[in-house]
């Protein structure tokens, strides 16, 4: 027979345990009719100076709080595909204000901020204001003069100002030697290909986050794809000059141009040739940040990552 | 010390671990490696960082949330529970009381911060694999943590001396707020002019400067600490403590207890 106590007990067990999931149940349920409610982009105080007086003092643990957040902000609107970053900017100045010695919240969040959408904000400006402020509170840290020259010259394609950028880094004590090699770049800016290869083998080398890295290698594979896919429409060219018309194949392509075998692209796959003598690559989805070879009207998908070549 | 004070601290301080208070370090430490595990996961590139600055944050919050709620009913409680009579009825003198009490809670804020700095310890050798030399910086940081524990301690006796444990912990956690914000008075007080200026300006020295105490962020970056700041932090903690110590003493001294 059961004491009075111990079925008290059992009761109370039971109810909490039915009450605990129908809570669960619940709120799964109301998250359903307001899908946005927890995502919303909203910040709820937008003074940077604000946000560091209520820390009382604890603002590197704010920081840490507000780079998470810009981070989880920045990648839920990359993964809906989204155009617009309104909240980005603010989160990464309230980040900085907190702790203007958090070089991770520079460096990741120019390349946030910086390039086009979907990839990111398309706000190079911003993203240049970002890093002045980071070199502002961080003279001695000669990645951040790259990162601003790197912002000048891939979305900007402002050489003097990239020159400028690197020529200032290239002076920090310890700095890297490539700084000066890729101010000198910038001051001639010729090469496109080779310059571009360059920057980014230099962001792989310099770096040993993850996802930097893997960004590196994806933009090396698509210079890559690039530069083959400019030298084989140039060799279509010749073909076309030569022949009349243009080539029926890729094979007859490289037979005509002696390679000794057909082109392939970094994962292997033959180079196509179409009809009308443009080149394309197999599996477009594969290169992420490639600008030719692709078919007409394609857009890119979302990012994903390959392992370094 | 006196044998009765070192009596009156010892009791203190089983009091307050009877109390349960070091309870605090089990949510200390889930807080801790919870945080060494997680954020990896959803932040880029702070995992030490976050340790630091978090592991710091707490010790300090869970320490002053210690010290206020335990020191705002030293001096009341013994006088609800009416064992200050018993006390007192002993060769034991008033100031003894205070001071015993003083020390009792300073060492259980002590040992409080020796295990949540062994926490703080680990959950970095879990991220970063291995220690590094900057790493030893956190101790500074843990020890002005500890600083201001005391005085923090002694503006919580001091309170507890002539008002109600309520009003006491208003009063403290007040001071808390007010002193982590020091910096921002003197600003205020450079600001102004005629008597407001000299008002604000012995308002800013009057009022403890926690910010001054504050080096979490700059160990976190490891940002030397230079051997002066260490001295003259020490200096003034010890004598704002004694400050606080002295007022509380002063009234308790004069306090009617019957």
Known sequence: ?309 | MSPRILHIARNTFREAVRDRVLYNLIAFALLLSGAAIFVGQISIDIERLVVVNLGLTAVSLFGVVIAIFIGIGLVSKEIEKRTLYTVLSRPVRRWEFIVGKFFGLAGTLVVNTFFMAIGVFGALLYVAHKFSRPDALILVALYFIVLEFLIICSLALLFSSFSSPLLSAVFAFSLFVIGSFADDLRGFAAMAHGATRWFATGAAYLVPNFSALNVISAVAHEQPMGGQLILQNTLYALFYTAMALSGAVLIFERRNLK
């Open chain 1, 1 to 309: 027979m059961m004491t009075a106590r111990r079925c008290t007990t059992v009761v109370a067990a039971i109810c909490l345990a039915v009450s605990m999931a129908a809570s669960v149940l619940l709120l799964r349920h109301i998250d359903k009719i307001r899908p946005q409610a927890t995502l919303e982009d909203v910040l709820y105080v937008s003074s940077p100076t604000m946000v560091k007086r209520a820390s009382l003092g604890f603002d590197g643990l704010m920081a840490c709080i507000y780079w998470t957040r810009t981070v989880q902000y920045f990648g839920h609107r990359h993964y809906d595909y989204a155009h617009t970053y309104n909240e980005l900017a603010p989160l990464l100045e309230i980040t900085t204000t907190l702790d203007p010695n958090m070089i991770p919240a520079y460096q990741f969040g120019a390349s946030f901020l910086a390039p086009k959408p979907p990839t990111g904000a398309g706000q190079p400006q911003r993203a240049i204001q970002l890093m002045e402020y980071g070199i502002a509170h961080n003279p001695d840290n000669w990645h951040l003069y790259y990162d601003l020259g790197f912002v000048y010259y891939t979305e900007l394609k402002d050489y003097h100002n990239a020159a400028d950028a690197f020529e200032r880094g290239s002076k920090v004590p310890d700095a890297h030697p490539f700084l000066r090699i890729m101010a000198a770049q910038m001051a001639v800016h010729t090469g496109d290909f080779t310059t571009a290869r360059m920057m980014w083998s230099a962001a792989f080398e310099s770096s040993h986050e993850f996802n930097i890295r893997q960004n590196a290698v994806e933009h090396l594979r698509a210079i890559r794809v690039d530069e083959d896919v400019t030298n084989l429409e140039q060799a279509v060219a010749r073909f076309r000059e030569r022949a009349g018309r243009a080539p029926a194949s890729m094979p007859e392509l490289a037979a005509a141009e002696h390679w000794g075998g057909v082109p392939v692209d970094p994962d292997g796959d033959a180079y196509r040739l179409t009809s009308d003598g443009r080149v394309e690559v197999e599996n477009p989805d594969d290169f992420l940040f490639i600008t030719k070879g692709t078919p007409p009207g394609y857009k890119a998908p979302m990012p994903k990552f390959h392992a370094h070549e």
